[in-house]
T-cell receptor
Framework: AQSVSQHNHHVILSEAASLELGCNYS??????LFWYVQYPGQHLQLLLK??????LVKGIKGFEAEFIKSKFSFNLRKPSVQWSDTAEYFC??????????FGGGTRLMVKP | NAGVTQTPKFQVLKTGQSMTLQCAQD?????MSWYRQDPGMGLRLIHY???????DQGEVPNGYNVSRSTTEDFPLRLLSAAPSQTSVYFC??????????????FGPGTRLTVL
């Protein structure tokens, strides 16, 4: 069965600091990975996705993620965070039947 | 388009009560699903549907029923609420065009507390 792990449950950063959120997955099929963001009081929004090709994918709002097959990882990065990036971030894996398996989420707080 | 809408936004129930969480989408999506979100556990799939009249169980279906009589609506029923069902519930929908993944669009969520 597939699984997704996010080891950082809470992250606190100051504005302009660099961000890296870890995501590891376990799945025996073709890997399609996503990062979703949930801003306070809002619904989930897609940040970026990896299907195939270039392992470095760029998403909205300056976020990027790198797929490293040998490490079963898909870490999310941003060079310089802003207060408005305060949110909860979810890594997710697509499997057959349009199903998503989510990680436990990482709450990011950016201090102004 | 309103996208995916959910009602109510908040609900408090007593143990043993029943209720229905409503979900509707106006994008003519075939696929609809219900997730529950619990701290540290991410979102877990409860039930899903690939079209009117077709539903199936997800990862955590116990205690929940669903039906899909129309393309637009996908209600989630709690027949006898339990405190373990205290959670935030999200509905999502997507197209099923093509063979690869189609982006799922999420509703705003329903926060349910069972006392």
């Amino acid at each position: 069965a597939q699984s997704v792990s996010q080891h950082n449950h809470h992250v606190i950063l100051s504005e302009a600091a660099s961000l890296e959120l870890g995501c590891n997955y376990s799945y025996g099929g073709t890997v399609n990975l996503f990062w979703y963001v949930q801003y306070p009081g809002q619904h989930l929004q897609l940040l970026l996705k990896y299907f195939s090709g270039d392992p470095l994918v760029k998403g909205i709002k300056g976020f990027e993620a790198e797929f490293i097959k040998s490490k079963f990882s898909f870490n999310l990065r941003k060079p310089s965070v802003q207060w408005s990036d305060t949110a909860e971030y979810f890594c997710a894996l697509y499997s057959a039947g349009n199903m998503l398996t989510f990680g436990g989420g990482t709450r990011l707080m950016v201090k102004p | 388009n309103a996208g995916v809408t959910q009602t109510p936004k908040f609900q408090v129930l007593k143990t043993g009560q029943s209720m229905t969480l409503q979900c509707a989408q106006d994008m003519n999506h075939e696929y609809m699903s219900w997730y529950r979100q619990d701290p540290g556990m991410g979102l877990r799939l409860i039930h899903y549907s690939v079209g009117a009249g077709i539903t199936d169980q997800g990862e955590v279906p116990n205690g929940y029923n669903v039906s899909r009589s129309t393309t637009e609506d996908f209600p989630l029923r709690l027949l006898s609420a339990a405190p373990s069902q205290t959670s935030v519930y999200f509905c999502a929908s997507s197209s099923l065009a093509g063979r690869s993944y189609n982006e799922q669009f999420f509703g705003p969520g329903t926060r349910l507390t069972v006392l």
